[in-house]
């Protein structure tokens, strides 16, 4: 079962940023592209399922430039931050990693991010698609902070699978094999100036290497793609198999501006109890207080294999009634069944709920289940 048009295409153009690794992404076999945070993203080399294998099996590089990086410093920067998101910052050292939501006046969800933080003063958000940069620069206008808001020279790549860490000890010669998870640090390679951070969107043990410099990013490439290849390495795209068997969710399709931190899950990012007044402290109380209208739950989909992702959300009916969409599903080999994530009433998210998704080719009957499948690798193997 799938949606796939085989004419679709997508043109190239000057109006659309190309990130540093661009060329080799072309060279290297990437045979479809979609357009994300205004820069042009590859969706597609060997295939999702091909990818997932290698992905799971041994190492895979994507270019994830279009994670355009948002520098804040200044003098203010630690206290600007911390008014751009409920997550707690008070113990957040430097070289630390976070994922963070970035909220609203009426506690919705502006968008998810990776925060980075290199020095006491200079911070990195990584936000998923949307013009998060135009947004804090607009906090920042009436703040009364002394910041600087900006988009550096700064484009990932990442090293997703159980042999990532195989090869970036061969890169560095092991000197970042004590990188613990969620952590990052300056480096370099070869001369090419990098942070490297225990991050990414994979599922699997990931590292990102956040190129300095983007003039150099077919040498980079090439260097990752060379030391890669005792490790089977294969270039790949953002995986919608393992990113939906480990509950990453993805901003646009399963985080919407409609959704609140409380709506899908994301509560242990949210301290309404700090001392400081975050944007939507106020909204995002009430929301606790009353709970949700809404959740995203997990569900297990009966019927056909799903090869590929809806190309647009299909309603969920409980009954005669419409009460909500599935965002993303397809089927896992792992598992060996359909499995995505719906955006229901709170009063029908209970696991075991019954509820009918019209699909593209038909009804398809699905129950409610927790998630994730399969849970996200932290640990080296």
């Known amino acids: 079962?799938?949606?796939?048009?085989?004419?679709?295409?997508?043109?190239?153009?000057?109006?659309?940023?190309?990130?540093?690794?661009?060329?080799?992404?072309?060279?290297?076999?990437?045979?479809?592209?979609?357009?994300?945070?205004?820069?042009?993203?590859?969706?597609?080399?060997?295939?999702?399922?091909?990818?997932?294998?290698?992905?799971?099996?041994?190492?895979?590089?994507?270019?994830?430039?279009?994670?355009?990086?948002?520098?804040?410093?200044?003098?203010?920067?630690?206290?600007?931050?911390?008014?751009?998101?409920?997550?707690?910052?008070?113990?957040?050292?430097?070289?630390?990693?976070?994922?963070?939501?970035?909220?609203?006046?009426?506690?919705?969800?502006?968008?998810?991010?990776?925060?980075?933080?290199?020095?006491?003063?200079?911070?990195?958000?990584?936000?998923?698609?949307?013009?998060?940069?135009?947004?804090?620069?607009?906090?920042?206008?009436?703040?009364?902070?002394?910041?600087?808001?900006?988009?550096?020279?700064?484009?990932?790549?990442?090293?997703?699978?159980?042999?990532?860490?195989?090869?970036?000890?061969?890169?560095?010669?092991?000197?970042?094999?004590?990188?613990?998870?969620?952590?990052?640090?300056?480096?370099?390679?070869?001369?090419?100036?990098l942070v490297i951070g225990r991050t990414g969107w994979s599922g699997e043990v990931s590292y990102e290497l956040y190129l300095r410099d983007g003039k150099q990013g077919n040498v980079l490439w090439d260097l990752v793609k060379q030391a890669g290849l005792e490790f089977n390495i294969a270039p790949a795209a953002p995986n919608t198999i393992r990113s939906i068997e480990g509950g990453l969710l993805s901003y646009v399709s399963d985080i919407t501006r409609d959704d609140s931190p409380y709506t899908i899950g994301l509560d242990r990012l949210v301290d309404v109890d700090q001392d400081i007044d975050f944007i939507g402290k106020a909204a995002l109380k009430k929301i606790k207080e009353a709970g949700p209208a809404r959740k995203l739950v997990g569900i297990e989909i009966q019927g056909d294999p799903i090869t590929l992702p809806p190309e647009n959300p299909w309603p969920v009916f409980h009954g005669e009634k419409n009460v909500g969409h599935v965002s993303r599903c397809i089927f896992s080999p792992r598992l060996g069944k359909n499995i995505g994530f719906a955006n229901v009433p709170t009063e029908i998210s209970s696991p075991e709920t019954t509820v009918t998704v019209k699909a593209s080719n038909g009804d398809l009957t699905a129950k409610v289940c927790e998630f994730p499948w399969i849970k996200a690798e932290r640990i080296k193997r």
Not at 30 to 35: D, I, L, R, Y
Not at 166 to 173: A, E, G, H, Q, R
């Open 1 to 193: 079962m799938s949606e796939e048009n085989e004419n679709a295409s997508i043109s190239f153009g000057a109006r659309v940023r190309k990130s540093p690794f661009f060329d080799s992404t072309r060279r290297d076999g990437a045979k479809a592209f979609s357009v994300y945070n205004h820069m042009y993203m590859p969706t597609a080399y060997a295939g999702t399922a091909s990818e997932y294998e290698s992905l799971v099996n041994d190492v895979t590089m994507w270019d994830v430039s279009v994670e355009r990086q948002i520098e804040i410093n200044g003098p203010d920067a630690y206290e600007f931050v911390r008014l751009l998101t409920p997550r707690n910052l008070s113990k957040c050292e430097i070289g630390h990693c976070l994922y963070i939501i970035l909220t609203d006046q009426n506690g919705c969800i502006v968008n998810d991010a990776v925060l980075l933080r290199l020095k006491p003063d200079q911070f990195w958000i990584s936000p998923g698609d949307g013009d998060v940069l135009l947004w804090i620069q607009g906090v920042a206008i009436n703040s009364g902070y002394d910041v600087n808001i900006f988009e550096p020279d700064v484009s990932p790549l990442q090293l997703g699978g159980p042999k990532a860490p195989m090869l970036i000890d061969k890169l560095f010669d092991g000197e970042h094999n004590d990188l613990r998870f969620y952590r990052a640090r300056e480096t370099s390679l070869n001369g090419i100036p």
